[in-house]
Nanobody
């Protein structure tokens, strides 16, 4: 059974930081591209950042220079470090694992940026 369990969301003031974690089980973690998506109320889910099996990362334009993505292979965990948070970063953040035609999602974690 595949499980992706996110944690680390919460309420933070503008300019603050949060680190999201996603622990995977039931997959060969080393072979999957891991990604973070987010969905704000009334908006479509969008890709935030991804990291492939070799550790190469990509970021969407709105978060470039503020977010970093990393993975710890021995912990089957991917992280999203979010700095200089803005109110427009408020959303539910979802972890995704993808390889070829296989795609799995976590349950999501809420991030709220507000003063």
């Amino acid at each position: 059974q595949v499980q992706l369990v996110e944690s680390g969301g919460g309420l933070v003031q503008p300019g603050g930081s949060l680190r999201l974690s996603c622990e995977a089980s039931g997959i060969n973690f080393n072979t999957y591209t891991m990604s973070w998506y987010r969905q704000a109320p009334g908006k479509q889910r969008e890709l935030v950042a991804s990291i492939d099996s070799s550790g190469s990362g990509n970021f969407s334009d709105p978060v470039k220079g503020r977010f970093t993505i990393s993975r710890l292979y021995y912990r089957n965990t991917v992280y999203l470090q979010m700095n200089s948070l803005k109110p427009e970063d408020t959303a539910v953040y979802y972890c995704n694992a993808e390889r070829a035609a296989l795609s799995y999602w976590g349950q999501g974690t809420q991030v709220t940026v507000s003063s």
